[in-house]
């Protein structure tokens, strides 16, 4: 697996098709990670587990992906890529399939740590395929594609699963999941091309880790989308206790943020093809000023639906730079540096949420209160580092 094609021409004759097949991955990935949320007194119920136990299925998954990417991406070093993807969506359709037969919450569990081991692999490989899918000036453009699967998820998937899940049983949810997989897995078998790349070893893969360009980079992400995750982890609580809305209400307002994201995502990439750098820091800035007004905004309830749906926008319109950015980076050796980035991005959700939760635990500033305002706070180191990485590469087209 090795560096990226940088021939400004389409590495696909169907470059549209395999990237649909790339986002139905995305899609059905997407969903495996956040349908637990829509169905915890289901799985609590029938597993005879408390809700607190059936959300540790959220924090497995969130720690199988941060540890999986690494590990998965360095035992399969030597596969082609488009193999990888193939041998990815099989191991994902196996834990979607144990889930829906698990008979307890331990194999649950397992089920839930085999999918995550796929997803940073999938979406560190897949972004690297995308770019090669495509000319050079449209690479982010293409990355935004294949991420749009992962916000629809978030708009159609989970709400689509969760209806199925309370209608059939949460088994079927899975089994739904396993076949939209194995679509997938056949899509990406029939219509990813099998993309030329110079040949890597794993040392040139490690090697490229050393270099402080690519510890920026995971940094930009980790704080620039930390910032996101700061506030968005409590946006329940905020809408209801500060704004007033009614628990009811809060699933249609994340349809509304879903929506913004999913915009965001596909202006992002634009932007980041035109001109990356300056796109991504003033993406930040605009998502760190969004956070401040939240602060405000979050009191009335037009002006918080208004500020709810700029967040979405702002957020994910920082993914397809920062992703680009990072195969920029490592582009010697991109495959292993692009899935640690993904890993950055769950990292960043984490420690997000610690941060958020520290906040309102030591009333610190007012505590819910002050979680929009110390979100921005992150989303300011975010962009302290990526003014770091736009000087850095600046040195380098010099050099």
Request: overall charge positive.
């Amino acid at each position: 697996m090795g560096a990226v094609n940088t021939e400004n021409k389409p590495a696909s004759k169907s470059p549209t098709l395999a990237l649909l097949a790339l986002t139905l991955g995305a899609f059905a990935i997407g969903m495996t990670e956040f349908i637990i949320m829509g169905l915890l007194p289901e799985v609590a119920e029938s597993l005879q587990v408390s809700i607190p136990s059936a959300g540790l299925l959220i924090t497995g998954y969130a720690l199988g992906v941060a540890i999986g990417a690494p590990i998965i991406t360095v035992a399969t070093h030597r596969m082609k890529r488009k193999q990888l993807l193939l041998f990815l969506m099989i191991l994902f359709i196996a834990g979607n399939a144990l889930a829906a037969l698990a008979p307890n919450y331990g194999v649950l569990m397992v089920a839930r740590i085999l999918a995550a081991l796929t997803h940073g692999s999938f979406f560190g490989v897949g972004s690297v395929i995308a770019a090669e899918l495509v000319p050079k000036e449209k690479r982010a453009g293409a990355i935004a594609i294949m991420f749009t699967g992962l916000t629809l998820a978030n708009i159609l998937g989970v709400p689509i699963g969760t209806f199925i899940g309370q209608a059939f049983g949460w088994r079927s949810t899975f089994w739904t999941i396993t076949v939209i997989g194995l679509i997938a897995w056949i899509g990406i078998s029939i219509l990813v091309p099998k993309v030329k790349a110079s040949p890597s070893s794993l040392r040139q893969e490690l090697g490229v880790l050393r270099r402080p360009a690519v510890h920026v980079a995971l940094l930009m992400t980790v704080f620039g989308f930390g910032g996101v995750f700061t506030a968005f982890t409590y946006i329940s609580p905020i809408l209801i206790d500060i704004t007033k809305f009614s628990a009811n209400s809060v699933s249609y307002i994340l349809v509304l943020f879903g929506a913004g994201i999913t915009i965001g995502n596909i202006i992002g990439g634009k932007l980041a093809d035109r001109k990356l750098m300056p796109s991504l820091l003033g993406i930040l800035v605009l998502l760190a000023i969004v956070l401040a007004v939240f602060a405000i905004t979050d009191q009335y309830k037009v002006p918080a639906l208004i500020t709810i749906f700029i967040l979405g926008i702002a957020a994910f319109g920082t993914v397809p730079g920062l992703q680009l950015h990072m195969l920029n980076t490592a582009k010697e050796a991109p495959t292993l540096a692009s899935t640690l980035n993904i890993a950055a991005f769950n990292l960043g959700n984490a420690l997000g949420a610690y941060v958020g939760g520290l906040v309102i635990d030591v009333q610190f500033g007012g505590g819910l209160a002050a979680v929009p305002w110390v979100a921005s706070i992150v989303t300011v180191v975010g962009i302290v580092f990526t003014l770091w990485g736009a000087q850095q590469q600046k040195k380098s087209i010099k050099a």
